[in-house]
Protein backbone atom coordinates (compact mmCIF):
# COMPACT_ATOMS: atom_id res chain seq x y z
CA UNK A 1 0.00 0.00 0.00
CA UNK A 2 1.51 3.66 -0.94
CA UNK A 3 2.08 5.98 1.73
CA UNK A 4 0.68 9.10 1.72
CA UNK A 5 2.83 12.06 2.42
CA UNK A 6 0.46 13.75 5.10
CA UNK A 7 0.27 10.62 7.03
CA UNK A 8 4.93 10.75 7.42
CA UNK A 9 4.61 14.10 8.36
CA UNK A 10 1.45 13.67 10.91
CA UNK A 11 4.09 10.77 12.40
CA UNK A 12 6.92 13.01 12.43
CA UNK A 13 5.01 15.46 14.30
CA UNK A 14 4.05 13.34 17.25
CA UNK A 15 7.43 12.45 18.07
CA UNK A 16 8.10 15.82 18.13
CA UNK A 17 5.05 16.24 20.90
CA UNK A 18 6.19 13.77 22.77
CA UNK A 19 9.47 14.19 23.10
CA UNK A 20 8.43 17.83 24.08
CA UNK A 21 5.97 16.36 26.98
CA UNK A 22 8.84 14.11 28.25
CA UNK A 23 11.37 16.91 28.31
CA UNK A 24 8.87 18.97 30.15
CA UNK A 25 8.57 16.14 33.09
CA UNK A 26 11.81 14.64 33.30
CA UNK A 27 15.45 15.30 33.45
CA UNK A 28 17.11 17.33 30.92
CA UNK A 29 18.98 16.32 28.53
CA UNK A 30 22.51 17.23 28.78
CA UNK A 31 23.72 19.49 26.99
CA UNK A 32 26.22 18.39 24.26
CA UNK A 33 29.91 17.81 24.98
CA UNK A 34 32.23 20.82 23.57
CA UNK A 35 35.59 21.21 24.17
CA UNK A 36 36.10 24.45 26.42
CA UNK A 37 37.92 27.88 24.98
CA UNK A 38 41.29 28.10 26.08
CA UNK A 39 42.34 31.03 28.48
CA UNK A 40 44.84 33.60 26.71
CA UNK A 41 48.08 32.69 28.75
CA UNK A 42 49.02 36.32 30.94
CA UNK A 43 52.01 37.48 32.01
CA UNK A 44 52.22 36.42 36.22
CA UNK A 45 51.85 39.65 38.21
CA UNK A 46 55.19 41.81 38.59
CA UNK A 47 56.95 41.27 42.43
CA UNK A 48 56.55 44.61 44.22
CA UNK A 49 59.69 46.80 44.05
CA UNK A 50 60.94 49.28 46.69
CA UNK A 51 64.02 51.57 46.78
CA UNK A 52 64.04 54.36 49.65
CA UNK A 53 65.16 55.24 52.96
CA UNK A 54 63.18 55.53 55.91
CA UNK A 55 64.22 58.99 57.72
CA UNK A 56 63.42 61.24 60.39
CA UNK A 57 62.19 64.50 59.52
CA UNK A 58 64.04 66.65 61.87
CA UNK A 59 67.07 66.10 63.94
CA UNK A 60 69.48 68.04 66.41
CA UNK A 61 72.82 67.93 66.63
CA UNK A 62 75.34 70.18 68.22
CA UNK A 63 77.26 73.03 66.64
CA UNK A 64 80.31 71.44 64.56
CA UNK A 65 78.99 68.14 65.74
CA UNK A 66 78.60 64.50 64.57
CA UNK A 67 76.21 63.66 61.81
CA UNK A 68 74.34 60.22 62.25
CA UNK A 69 70.62 59.83 60.89
CA UNK A 70 70.30 56.31 61.11
CA UNK A 71 68.56 56.19 57.67
CA UNK A 72 68.02 52.15 56.50
CA UNK A 73 67.57 50.85 52.81
CA UNK A 74 64.26 49.84 51.98
CA UNK A 75 64.99 46.86 48.55
CA UNK A 76 62.79 44.41 47.10
CA UNK A 77 61.54 42.36 44.27
CA UNK A 78 65.08 41.53 43.41
CA UNK A 79 66.71 44.86 43.27
CA UNK A 80 70.66 44.15 44.44
CA UNK A 81 72.08 46.69 47.05
CA UNK A 82 74.62 46.86 45.41
CA UNK A 83 73.06 48.69 42.42
CA UNK A 84 71.33 51.24 44.57
CA UNK A 85 73.01 54.73 44.39
CA UNK A 86 72.49 57.13 47.71
CA UNK A 87 73.59 60.67 46.70
CA UNK A 88 73.62 63.35 50.18
CA UNK A 89 73.77 66.72 49.35
CA UNK A 90 74.42 68.84 52.62
CA UNK A 91 74.70 73.04 53.34
CA UNK A 92 77.89 74.97 52.67
CA UNK A 93 80.77 74.24 55.91
CA UNK A 94 78.89 70.51 56.74
CA UNK A 95 80.18 67.29 55.50
CA UNK A 96 77.67 64.02 55.29
CA UNK A 97 77.65 60.83 53.60
CA UNK A 98 75.69 57.58 53.26
CA UNK A 99 77.25 55.07 54.57
CA UNK A 100 76.89 51.73 56.91
CA UNK A 101 72.90 52.36 56.92
CA UNK A 102 73.60 56.05 58.25
CA UNK A 103 74.08 59.58 56.99
CA UNK A 104 76.69 60.16 58.81
CA UNK A 105 79.21 63.38 58.99
CA UNK A 106 79.62 66.26 60.70
CA UNK A 107 77.01 69.47 61.34
CA UNK A 108 78.46 72.86 60.71
CA UNK A 109 77.50 75.99 62.13
CA UNK A 110 73.69 76.80 61.10
CA UNK A 111 70.91 74.91 61.00
CA UNK A 112 70.11 73.07 57.70
CA UNK A 113 68.96 70.56 55.48
CA UNK A 114 70.24 67.60 54.51
CA UNK A 115 68.80 66.17 51.05
CA UNK A 116 69.31 62.24 50.88
CA UNK A 117 68.67 61.51 47.09
CA UNK A 118 68.43 57.48 46.49
CA UNK A 119 68.48 56.14 42.70
CA UNK A 120 67.43 52.66 42.29
CA UNK A 121 67.61 50.25 39.00
CA UNK A 122 64.15 49.54 37.24
CA UNK A 123 62.25 50.58 40.32
CA UNK A 124 60.97 53.74 42.17
CA UNK A 125 63.47 56.27 44.16
CA UNK A 126 63.14 58.17 46.75
CA UNK A 127 64.08 61.78 47.74
CA UNK A 128 64.33 62.56 51.77
CA UNK A 129 64.71 65.91 53.38
CA UNK A 130 65.70 65.95 56.88
CA UNK A 131 66.11 69.27 58.95
CA UNK A 132 68.96 69.28 61.30
CA UNK A 133 68.82 72.01 64.20
CA UNK A 134 71.85 72.57 65.23
CA UNK A 135 72.39 74.16 68.47
CA UNK A 136 74.96 74.93 71.31
CA UNK A 137 77.05 72.02 73.17
CA UNK A 138 74.87 71.58 76.70
CA UNK A 139 77.31 72.55 79.62
CA UNK A 140 76.24 71.71 82.94
CA UNK A 141 78.24 72.37 86.32
CA UNK A 142 79.41 69.18 88.68
CA UNK A 143 78.75 69.50 92.61
CA UNK A 144 80.82 71.95 94.12
CA UNK A 145 83.19 70.82 97.39
CA UNK A 146 84.46 72.65 99.75
CA UNK A 147 88.63 72.92 99.07
CA UNK A 148 90.62 71.49 101.25
CA UNK A 149 88.14 69.55 103.21
CA UNK A 150 85.89 67.79 100.94
CA UNK A 151 87.72 68.44 97.99
CA UNK A 152 91.26 69.77 96.04
CA UNK A 153 92.34 73.30 96.52
CA UNK A 154 92.14 75.48 93.50
CA UNK A 155 95.47 75.09 91.44
CA UNK A 156 97.60 75.42 88.04
CA UNK A 157 99.84 73.17 86.14
CA UNK A 158 98.75 69.79 87.46
CA UNK A 159 97.57 66.68 86.07
CA UNK A 160 94.17 65.37 85.66
CA UNK A 161 93.74 62.24 83.69
CA UNK A 162 90.68 59.18 84.01
CA UNK A 163 91.73 55.76 84.96
CA UNK A 164 91.94 53.40 82.00
CA UNK A 165 90.75 50.82 83.19
CA UNK A 166 88.24 52.23 85.90
CA UNK A 167 86.20 54.32 83.66
CA UNK A 168 84.42 56.18 86.89
CA UNK A 169 87.39 57.24 88.43
CA UNK A 170 89.04 60.73 87.33
CA UNK A 171 92.54 61.06 89.24
CA UNK A 172 93.81 64.66 90.09
CA UNK A 173 97.95 65.13 91.30
CA UNK A 174 99.73 68.03 92.36
CA UNK A 175 100.03 71.28 90.41
CA UNK A 176 101.03 74.92 91.99
CA UNK A 177 98.74 75.94 95.04
CA UNK A 178 97.54 79.91 95.53
CA UNK A 179 97.46 79.00 99.49
CA UNK A 180 99.60 80.39 100.94
CA UNK A 181 100.59 81.98 97.80
CA UNK A 182 100.43 81.48 94.00
CA UNK A 183 103.19 79.12 92.96
CA UNK A 184 103.42 77.23 95.78
CA UNK A 185 104.46 73.48 94.60
CA UNK A 186 101.71 70.74 95.98
CA UNK A 187 101.94 67.20 95.51
CA UNK A 188 98.66 66.18 96.51
CA UNK A 189 96.30 62.84 95.23
CA UNK A 190 92.78 62.78 94.67
CA UNK A 191 90.25 60.33 93.47
CA UNK A 192 86.86 61.62 91.66
CA UNK A 193 84.06 59.30 91.18
CA UNK A 194 82.49 59.97 87.90
CA UNK A 195 79.58 58.25 88.55
CA UNK A 196 79.16 59.45 91.88
CA UNK A 197 80.54 62.88 91.46
CA UNK A 198 82.77 63.05 94.98
CA UNK A 199 86.49 63.15 96.05
CA UNK A 200 88.36 61.21 97.60
CA UNK A 201 91.94 61.87 99.26
CA UNK A 202 94.68 59.55 98.59
CA UNK A 203 97.06 58.81 100.61
CA UNK A 204 101.15 58.77 99.40
CA UNK A 205 102.55 55.58 100.67
CA UNK A 206 105.71 57.19 99.61
CA UNK A 207 107.20 60.64 98.77
CA UNK A 208 105.54 62.45 95.77
CA UNK A 209 107.79 64.29 93.30
CA UNK A 210 107.74 67.88 93.97
CA UNK A 211 107.14 69.66 90.90
CA UNK A 212 104.91 71.14 88.85
CA UNK A 213 104.00 71.29 85.57
CA UNK A 214 105.39 67.91 84.45
CA UNK A 215 103.98 65.84 81.66
CA UNK A 216 102.11 62.33 82.57
CA UNK A 217 101.91 59.12 80.44
CA UNK A 218 99.78 56.52 81.54
CA UNK A 219 99.41 52.95 80.45
CA UNK A 220 96.40 51.84 78.93
CA UNK A 221 94.41 48.62 79.47
CA UNK A 222 95.56 45.69 78.22
CA UNK A 223 99.22 46.64 78.92
CA UNK A 224 101.18 44.64 81.94
CA UNK A 225 101.39 48.02 83.80
CA UNK A 226 97.94 48.94 82.92
CA UNK A 227 96.76 52.06 84.95
CA UNK A 228 100.28 52.81 85.59
CA UNK A 229 101.75 56.04 84.87
CA UNK A 230 105.09 57.31 84.00
CA UNK A 231 105.60 61.39 85.05
CA UNK A 232 108.26 63.64 83.18
CA UNK A 233 110.13 66.75 83.91
CA UNK A 234 108.23 69.54 86.23
CA UNK A 235 109.55 73.21 87.75
CA UNK A 236 110.23 73.13 91.59
CA UNK A 237 109.39 75.85 93.53
CA UNK A 238 112.30 78.11 92.92
CA UNK A 239 112.09 77.23 89.08
CA UNK A 240 114.77 74.92 88.87
CA UNK A 241 114.37 72.19 85.77
CA UNK A 242 116.26 68.82 86.66
CA UNK A 243 115.76 65.41 84.97
CA UNK A 244 112.66 63.71 86.62
CA UNK A 245 110.83 60.28 85.47
CA UNK A 246 109.05 58.74 88.68
CA UNK A 247 106.41 55.81 88.08
CA UNK A 248 103.41 55.86 90.01
CA UNK A 249 101.02 52.99 90.59
CA UNK A 250 97.97 53.34 92.48
CA UNK A 251 95.77 50.95 94.59
CA UNK A 252 93.08 50.61 97.15
CA UNK A 253 95.36 51.46 100.18
CA UNK A 254 97.08 54.82 98.19
CA UNK A 255 99.81 55.88 95.75
CA UNK A 256 102.65 54.83 95.99
CA UNK A 257 106.27 56.71 93.96
CA UNK A 258 109.38 55.55 92.83
CA UNK A 259 112.14 56.53 90.65
CA UNK A 260 111.95 55.60 87.38
CA UNK A 261 115.07 53.14 86.02
CA UNK A 262 116.59 55.03 82.74
CA UNK A 263 119.90 55.21 81.26
CA UNK A 264 120.87 58.12 78.44
CA UNK A 265 119.05 60.60 80.54
CA UNK A 266 119.89 63.70 79.67
CA UNK A 267 121.53 67.02 82.33
CA UNK A 268 117.86 68.64 82.72
CA UNK A 269 114.13 68.19 82.44
CA UNK A 270 111.62 70.04 80.65
CA UNK A 271 108.64 72.49 81.78
CA UNK A 272 105.11 71.31 80.45
CA UNK A 273 106.26 68.81 77.41
CA UNK A 274 104.49 66.72 75.73
CA UNK A 275 103.71 63.48 77.15
CA UNK A 276 102.66 60.35 76.02
CA UNK A 277 102.34 56.61 75.92
CA UNK A 278 102.69 54.75 72.32
CA UNK A 279 101.69 51.19 72.33
CA UNK A 280 102.88 50.65 69.27
CA UNK A 281 106.43 50.98 70.15
CA UNK A 282 105.51 50.48 73.79
CA UNK A 283 107.99 53.73 73.91
CA UNK A 284 107.25 57.25 75.85
CA UNK A 285 107.70 60.24 73.77
CA UNK A 286 108.05 63.19 74.95
CA UNK A 287 108.10 66.79 72.93
CA UNK A 288 108.80 70.36 73.75
CA UNK A 289 108.33 72.80 76.79
CA UNK A 290 111.21 75.14 78.47
CA UNK A 291 114.25 73.71 78.80
CA UNK A 292 117.38 75.03 80.69
CA UNK A 293 118.28 76.62 77.76
CA UNK A 294 114.59 77.86 76.84
CA UNK A 295 111.97 76.93 75.02
CA UNK A 296 112.16 74.34 72.53
CA UNK A 297 110.60 71.21 69.84
CA UNK A 298 112.78 69.03 70.72
CA UNK A 299 112.25 65.20 70.30
CA UNK A 300 112.69 62.37 72.78
CA UNK A 301 111.67 58.81 73.60
CA UNK A 302 111.99 56.66 76.69
CA UNK A 303 112.05 53.00 76.08
CA UNK A 304 109.82 50.78 78.67
CA UNK A 305 111.07 47.49 78.42
CA UNK A 306 115.19 48.25 77.53
CA UNK A 307 114.72 51.93 80.10
CA UNK A 308 116.68 54.00 78.42
CA UNK A 309 116.55 57.33 77.06
CA UNK A 310 117.07 58.77 73.88
CA UNK A 311 116.54 62.31 71.78
CA UNK A 312 115.50 61.79 68.44
CA UNK A 313 116.68 63.19 64.87
CA UNK A 314 113.82 64.83 62.82
CA UNK A 315 113.93 65.05 59.28
CA UNK A 316 115.30 67.99 57.48
CA UNK A 317 112.93 70.71 56.67
CA UNK A 318 110.89 73.11 57.66
CA UNK A 319 110.66 73.02 61.62
CA UNK A 320 108.42 74.34 64.27
CA UNK A 321 109.45 77.23 66.90
CA UNK A 322 110.67 76.20 70.41
CA UNK A 323 107.51 76.75 72.57
CA UNK A 324 105.61 75.64 75.87
CA UNK A 325 102.21 75.80 77.39
CA UNK A 326 101.09 74.83 73.43
CA UNK A 327 97.81 72.12 72.81
CA UNK A 328 98.38 68.78 71.73
CA UNK A 329 97.02 66.05 70.63
CA UNK A 330 98.87 62.01 69.82
CA UNK A 331 96.69 60.66 67.00
CA UNK A 332 97.22 57.49 67.62
CA UNK A 333 95.13 56.27 64.15
CA UNK A 334 97.55 58.05 62.12
CA UNK A 335 100.59 57.53 63.84
CA UNK A 336 101.21 61.18 64.08
CA UNK A 337 101.50 64.22 66.72
CA UNK A 338 99.86 67.84 66.08
CA UNK A 339 100.84 70.49 68.16
CA UNK A 340 99.42 74.05 68.02
CA UNK A 341 100.19 77.68 69.40
CA UNK A 342 102.20 78.22 72.64
CA UNK A 343 104.15 80.50 74.75
CA UNK A 344 107.70 80.60 72.21
CA UNK A 345 109.25 82.59 74.91
CA UNK A 346 111.73 85.63 74.77
CA UNK A 347 108.51 88.42 75.24
CA UNK A 348 109.52 91.06 78.47
CA UNK A 349 105.75 91.20 79.04
CA UNK A 350 102.56 89.34 77.97
CA UNK A 351 102.77 86.29 75.78
CA UNK A 352 104.77 86.09 72.92
CA UNK A 353 102.33 83.25 71.91
CA UNK A 354 102.84 81.23 67.90
CA UNK A 355 100.00 81.45 65.93
CA UNK A 356 100.81 78.10 64.17
CA UNK A 357 99.21 74.52 63.91
CA UNK A 358 102.10 71.47 63.29
CA UNK A 359 102.22 67.73 62.54
CA UNK A 360 104.82 65.37 63.25
CA UNK A 361 104.09 62.29 61.41
CA UNK A 362 105.89 58.87 63.15
CA UNK A 363 105.07 56.55 60.70
CA UNK A 364 108.64 57.98 59.06
CA UNK A 365 112.37 57.36 60.12
CA UNK A 366 113.41 60.22 60.96
CA UNK A 367 109.87 61.42 61.93
CA UNK A 368 108.85 64.54 60.06
CA UNK A 369 107.68 67.83 60.84
CA UNK A 370 104.52 69.81 58.53
CA UNK A 371 103.01 72.94 59.00
CA UNK A 372 99.73 73.15 58.60
CA UNK A 373 99.02 76.35 59.02
CA UNK A 374 101.51 79.54 59.79
CA UNK A 375 99.82 82.24 59.45
CA UNK A 376 100.74 85.06 62.08
CA UNK A 377 97.24 86.66 61.88
CA UNK A 378 95.31 84.72 63.43
CA UNK A 379 93.13 85.19 67.15
CA UNK A 380 93.58 81.88 68.50
CA UNK A 381 97.68 81.85 68.91
CA UNK A 382 97.56 81.34 73.03
CA UNK A 383 99.10 79.69 75.83
CA UNK A 384 97.76 77.42 78.66
CA UNK A 385 94.00 76.27 77.41
CA UNK A 386 92.60 73.14 79.11
CA UNK A 387 92.20 70.69 76.21
CA UNK A 388 91.59 67.34 75.14
CA UNK A 389 90.88 64.51 72.44
CA UNK A 390 87.59 63.25 72.02
CA UNK A 391 88.80 59.66 70.66
CA UNK A 392 85.86 58.47 69.12
CA UNK A 393 84.77 61.48 66.94
CA UNK A 394 88.42 62.17 66.54
CA UNK A 395 87.96 66.01 67.63
CA UNK A 396 90.56 67.91 69.75
CA UNK A 397 88.63 70.60 72.00
CA UNK A 398 90.71 73.95 73.81
CA UNK A 399 89.24 76.08 76.35
CA UNK A 400 90.43 79.13 77.28
CA UNK A 401 94.45 80.33 77.71
CA UNK A 402 95.43 83.55 77.35
CA UNK A 403 96.83 85.45 74.58
CA UNK A 404 98.55 88.58 76.30
CA UNK A 405 99.33 87.12 79.97
CA UNK A 406 96.86 89.12 81.29
CA UNK A 407 93.27 88.47 79.89
CA UNK A 408 91.44 84.95 79.22
CA UNK A 409 91.00 84.25 75.76
CA UNK A 410 87.15 83.19 75.36
CA UNK A 411 85.34 80.16 73.86
CA UNK A 412 85.36 76.22 73.22
CA UNK A 413 87.49 75.19 70.07
CA UNK A 414 88.07 72.39 67.97
CA UNK A 415 89.96 70.81 65.85
CA UNK A 416 88.66 68.15 63.69
CA UNK A 417 91.29 65.57 62.92
CA UNK A 418 89.57 64.12 59.87
CA UNK A 419 89.60 68.00 58.43
CA UNK A 420 93.33 67.49 58.86
CA UNK A 421 93.30 64.09 56.86
CA UNK A 422 91.69 66.14 53.76
CA UNK A 423 94.35 68.54 54.17
CA UNK A 424 96.06 70.42 50.81
CA UNK A 425 100.18 69.37 52.18
CA UNK A 426 100.72 71.17 48.75
CA UNK A 427 99.35 74.70 49.76
CA UNK A 428 99.23 76.68 52.47
CA UNK A 429 95.79 77.27 54.76
CA UNK A 430 95.31 78.97 57.38
CA UNK A 431 94.65 78.24 61.00
CA UNK A 432 90.71 79.44 60.84
CA UNK A 433 89.74 76.75 58.69
CA UNK A 434 90.95 74.05 60.50
CA UNK A 435 90.19 75.26 63.86
CA UNK A 436 86.03 75.96 64.39
CA UNK A 437 84.93 77.90 67.47
CA UNK A 438 81.57 76.19 68.78
CA UNK A 439 79.17 77.60 70.82
CA UNK A 440 78.24 76.20 74.36
CA UNK A 441 75.25 76.92 76.79
CA UNK A 442 76.39 77.81 79.19
CA UNK A 443 78.73 80.43 80.55
CA UNK A 444 82.03 78.21 81.72
CA UNK A 445 83.81 80.93 83.97
CA UNK A 446 86.84 82.09 81.59
CA UNK A 447 90.64 80.27 82.79
CA UNK A 448 94.00 80.03 82.14
CA UNK A 449 95.83 76.70 82.88
CA UNK A 450 93.17 74.61 83.52
CA UNK A 451 92.56 70.84 82.64
CA UNK A 452 90.41 68.76 80.44
CA UNK A 453 89.77 64.77 80.19
CA UNK A 454 87.52 62.79 77.85
CA UNK A 455 84.88 60.45 79.93
CA UNK A 456 84.33 57.70 77.75
CA UNK A 457 82.06 56.45 79.66
CA UNK A 458 79.52 59.50 79.59
CA UNK A 459 81.00 60.82 76.48
CA UNK A 460 81.59 64.29 77.98
CA UNK A 461 84.53 66.30 78.83
CA UNK A 462 85.25 67.08 81.97
CA UNK A 463 87.22 70.27 82.59
CA UNK A 464 87.96 72.17 85.43
CA UNK A 465 90.65 74.82 87.68
CA UNK A 466 93.23 76.85 86.59
CA UNK A 467 92.99 80.80 87.32
CA UNK A 468 91.26 84.07 85.90
CA UNK A 469 90.44 87.46 86.60
CA UNK A 470 88.27 86.18 89.32
CA UNK A 471 91.63 84.30 90.41
CA UNK A 472 91.84 80.42 91.25
CA UNK A 473 89.29 77.99 89.93
CA UNK A 474 88.07 74.86 92.56
CA UNK A 475 85.54 73.65 89.97
CA UNK A 476 84.19 70.82 87.58
CA UNK A 477 82.30 71.73 84.46
CA UNK A 478 81.29 68.36 82.00
CA UNK A 479 80.29 69.35 78.19
CA UNK A 480 78.03 66.72 76.83
CA UNK A 481 78.87 65.42 73.24
Do not use: K
Not at 110 to 117: E, K, L, M, P, R
Amino acid sequence: MAVRPWSLLSSTLLLAALSAACAGTGEPEPEPMTEPEAEPESEPDAPPRACGVDLPTTVSVAQRGSLAISAPLTVEGGVRLEDVTVTVTAPDGWRARYADGAVQGRAGDATGDVIVDVSCPDADGALATVQVEVTPWVVSQLPVWVPGDTGPLGREYFNMWVDPVDADTMWLFGGFHYVPQQFTVGWDMWRYDLEGESWTEVEALTPAPQLAGAGLAVFPAGHDRAGEALRYGGLTGDFGLPFSLTALRLSEAGATWSEAPVTGAPGAGAYQPATFYDPARDVVWTIGGQGAGGTHADVARYDVQAATWSSVDVAFGSLPSGRTGFFWVFDEARDRFLMAFGEQGGAAQGCHCAHDTWMLDLSVTPPRWTPLATGAAQQIGRRNGAFALDPVERRLFVFGGTADGASTFPGLWMLDLDEVDAYDFSAAMPADILWHEVDIDAAIPLRSSGAMVYDAARHRMVLGFGNGQAGVHRDLWAIDL
